[in-house]
């Protein structure tokens, strides 16, 4: 199991409230898939909006990398710049 | 080795840049200098009204005047499907862009696109532009980003339901999106605070103000491809969103960037491009096209205006307890402010255990807004660095102290939830401190302001192409434009791995048929991962090198090193040979296999955080209000300055944007929406005359993910000058401001001397 860190604003839209979650995945599209699985919308929210961040890295198009139960792992906003 | 651990020979030098002498000379070419046979000239129709619903466009008469060749309306491109697409600072509808580019049912920012014409003449296209009859139904506008969040304002868009909510709301608004960024317990916070300083804050829209406008010249062969040149900070976006707006294979549209005279994120996006494509396919000729600097105020993006709550408590001995923010962004006419950004770097500077930011995406009637260096963070950071100074001056600790005790430091847990690497914030206070700046004794009237910044950074795609010449010299090739001498440091670190002289290396941005996807020259990403690119093409080459010269002396690669610019045996055992150079093995390339290049292809991760503290001294004229910037220190975390004296400038840029920022520049529009300061004479920006020497301090902690230990440095800057200077009117006036700009009437007002 994995453990997602999301923001307190799309923890109020996906997942009741929750700003961590569980879920069984071995990279990010795995966990990315499991998400939507667990509450519907949040994968696709991922995917069309957001970075993953793994141990303090933020991956703006995060999906073959590779997390595991010791990974801390953030969704947030993308973030680009001028 | 780790490059990191080397004592550089290149790195960290200051030699010309290659683009210097053609851009004294007169020689670069820019967007505008472009000509070709039987070129058009494009001129655009724009809206007269803030916010209308367009009932007929009538184009004969145009059509009908001599010289003109082509007219497009909405009705020549495609409809655009509701598609979300990466524009520099966030993600925008694919729709939304094309409304941008050119309206279609309704205009909804005076100055927006209707139709454009191209002909022969400048004058003629003038001419026939004021020909195209556009029958318009006016309707309510809104400006004010509070307005604009009333029930009953004037709703820009129908189809806009506040998102980031739950439960979905029944009624479309002005309010695009929510997002909340929260950790720990913020009443908890709040209850265990001596002190708390809550306070509302406003900023107006700013422009980027790049010096050269907007301009492109396109050329759409019978064929159906078109070949583009523009002035852009990413000539693979301007492709990419041509091809989607106007539904053409991306292999058809190739893309030149041209030398660009500024952009600080505002040529992240399209305007002109995909009309001029479409004005030449319909007439079969090129057509160029230049936004006057009036039709760059009216039409073009400038960053968010604000409205903002900040609240932050604090103990006695000068610990931060809480923070708490309440941010609404004005987006423009279409969703998409950087109130995501803004959220997440509010608090980002410290380490706090109680924080809650909650932010809003709010349109209204103006030009859409686009990125502007560090988009978002100059605004929110500005009104919590005000209330962070105020605290300090109220527990009579020193700012610098009081900032560096709340410091964030490595493991520090940011508001938007990622844990710090390796980071500057401390050293960046520690030098600002250390200055003789920070010890000058300040006379009547002045006062003297510290804040500090913080910016993500990013890396992204980007590719490089590393050529060895047959006399040993060296072309490099990639696409990212180049805004502030990021050639120069190009070739810097490829001879900096190539072990070969600078000079012998000669960096070209080239177009969008000759290398791979680019993402923008933004996000001060490109030192970083064009940097990347360049290191891992130059190792590439360096193989390819080694394994010449083991074919040369007739032994295995792994028996060959490359040290100082040299292929050598890795020990004796391998055999006596004479090193041979780069020009050497280059010579004989022709009997070793052919010609010898290297390439890398990347999505680079790991760009370091960057932090800055700048201290900024003010004189203020007690009669007039008149703010004079007395000396101006920035100090920034650069990882590793490539060429230092483009960093610096980087520095320096920032530090004068954001006292532009801080003390002059706002948008005026009169009752009917209609912006009254669309130029230079009446949206003053800082010119050198305004301004101090702008002192610069290089902290170097190495970003560890990068070879020689860049982090982005172009964006930090422009976010501690906003505070640092009304920190500094604070001191000097003793008034707490709470909107910017500080113009003279402002700080009249405040003080009461105007009354």
Redesign the interface.
């Given at each position: 199991m994995v453990k997602v860190?999301l923001?307190?604003?799309t923890a109020?839209?996906f997942t009741d409230g929750k700003?961590e979650v569980n879920v069984t995945a071995q990279n990010v599209r795995q966990m990315v898939a499991a998400l939507e699985g667990k509450f519907p919308g949040l994968g696709t929210e991922i995917q069309?909006?957001m970075s993953v961040?793994i141990d303090?890295?933020?991956?703006?198009?995060p999906f073959l990398e590779t997390v595991n139960e010791d990974s801390?792992i953030?969704i947030?906003?993308?973030?680009?710049?001028? | 080795m780790n490059e990191q651990a080397k004592q550089f020979k290149f790195v960290g030098t200051r030699p010309i840049r290659p683009d210097g002498v053609d851009k004294v000379t007169g020689r670069a070419m820019y967007g505008a200098d472009l000509t070709l046979p039987g070129m058009l000239e494009g001129k655009v129709v724009r809206s007269p009204h803030a916010h209308a619903r367009i009932k007929s466009i009538d184009t004969s008469k145009a059509e009908a005047l001599n010289g003109v060749k082509s007219v497009v309306t909405a009705a020549d491109m495609p409809e655009a499907e509701s598609k979300?697409v990466?524009?520099?600072?966030?993600?925008i509808n694919f729709r939304d862009l094309a409304e941008n580019v050119i309206a279609r049912h309704k205009v909804f920012y005076e100055g927006q696109t209707v139709a454009a014409v191209a002909a022969t003449s400048n004058e003629i296209a003038e001419r026939a532009a004021a020909l195209i009859e556009v029958e318009y139904e006016v309707l309510p506008h809104v400006i004010d980003v509070l307005d604009a969040m009333k029930d009953d304002a004037p709703v820009l868009h129908d189809h806009i339901f506040t998102g980031?909510?739950?439960p979905k709301p029944e009624k479309p608004s002005n309010v695009a999106n929510?997002?909340?960024?929260?950790l720990g317990d913020i009443d908890a916070g709040f209850a265990a605070a001596d002190i708390v300083i809550e306070r509302k804050f406003t900023t107006e829209p700013v422009h980027?103000a790049y010096i050269e406008p907007h301009a492109v010249v396109a050329d759409m062969g019978p064929d159906g491809k078109a070949d583009v040149w523009c002035s852009s900070q990413g000539h693979f976006m301007v492709r990419s969103f041509c091809a989607g707006l106007l539904k053409i294979e991306m292999s058809k549209i190739k893309v030149s960037a041209a030398e660009i005279g500024g952009?600080?994120?505002?040529k992240?996006t399209v305007y002109l491009e995909p009309l001029a494509i479409m004005l030449s396919r319909k007439a079969g000729r090129p057509v160029r096209m230049v936004m006057s600097r009036e039709e760059i105020f009216r039409a073009s993006g400038p960053t968010s205006g604000a409205a903002m709550t900040i609240k932050i408590g604090a103990t006695k001995d000068g610990r931060i307890t809480a923070g708490d923010a309440t941010l609404c962004l004005q987006a423009g006419a279409f969703p998409g402010s950087p109130v995501?950004?803004a959220a997440?770097t509010a608090f980002a500077p410290y380490d706090l255990e109680n924080v809650?930011v909650?932010g809003f995406d709010v349109v209204s009637n103006r030009p859409k807004v686009v990125?502007?260096?560090?988009?978002g963070a100059p605004i929110s950071e500005y009104a919590v660095e005000s209330v962070v100074d105020e605290l300090a001056s109220e527990l009579g600790l020193d700012p610098i102290e009081f900032r560096a005790k709340n410091g964030a430091k490595e493991g520090t847990q940011a508001a938007?939830?990622?844990?710090?690497?390796t980071i500057g914030m401390q050293e960046t206070l520690e030098a600002a401190k250390a200055t003789e700046h920070y010890k000058i004794p300040l006379g009547p009237n002045q006062g003297r302001g510290v804040a500090t910044g913080f910016?993500?950074?990013?890396?992204?795609e980007s590719c490089a192409g590393i050529r060895i010449n047959e006399d040993g010299s060296v072309s490099l090739t990639e696409g990212s434009p180049d805004i502030g001498g990021s050639r120069a440091s190009m070739a810097i670190m490829a001879a900096e791995v190539l072990g070969i002289d600078v000079a012998k290396i000669k960096p070209s941005v080239v177009d969008t048929d000759a290398t791979g996807y680019h993402f923008v020259t933004?996000?001060?990403?490109v030192t970083f991962a064009t940097g990347m690119a360049v290191v891992d093409a130059s190792k590439a080459a360096i193989d390819e090198l080694r394994a010449r010269a083991a074919k040369i002396w007739d032994v295995d690669v792994d028996g060959v090193v490359w040290e100082d610019g040299h292929a050598k045996p890795a020990s004796t055992n391998v055999g006596d040979f004479e090193p041979m150079s780069l020009a050497e093995i280059a010579a004989i390339a022709n009997k070793t296999g052919g010609p010898i290049s290297g390439h890398a292809d990347i999505?680079a991760?790991?760009?370091g955080p960057g932090f800055g503290t700048h201290i900024c001294d003010v004189e203020v004229d007690p009669d007039t209000g008149f703010v004079t910037v007395l000396r101006y220190t920035a100090v920034q975390d650069v990882g590793r300055a490539i060429h230092p004296s483009y960093v610096e400038g980087q520095l320096q840029g920032g530090a004068a944007q954001g006292i532009g920022w801080a003390l002059n520049e706002a948008y005026m529009y009169d009752e009917d929406g209609k912006l009254e300061n669309a130029g230079f004479l009446d949206y003053r920006v800082p010119v050198a005359s305004d301004l101090p020497m702008i002192d610069t301090i290089l902290v170097e902690i190495p970003n560890p993910?990068h070879p020689f230990g860049v982090r982005?440095v172009?964006?930090v800057p422009i976010i501690p000058p906003l505070a640092a200077v009304n920190n500094a009117v604070a001191a000097a006036t003793g008034v707490r401001f709470t909107a910017l700009p500080l113009s003279p009437p402002a700080i009249l007002a405040g003080t009461g001397a105007g009354d």
């Open positions: 860190a923001t307190s604003g109020s839209q700003t069309q909006s961040a303090g890295v933020i991956l703006p198009d801390e953030f947030l906003p993308k973030i680009g710049g001028g | 979300p990466a524009a520099g600072e966030a993600m980031g909510v739950t929510r997002v909340e960024f929260a980027q952009g600080f994120g505002g992240t995501g950004p997440m809650r909650v990125a502007y260096r560090a988009p938007y939830g990622v844990k710090f690497g910016w993500f950074n990013i890396g992204g933004g996000g001060s990403r999505n991760k790991g760009a993910t982005g172009g964006e």
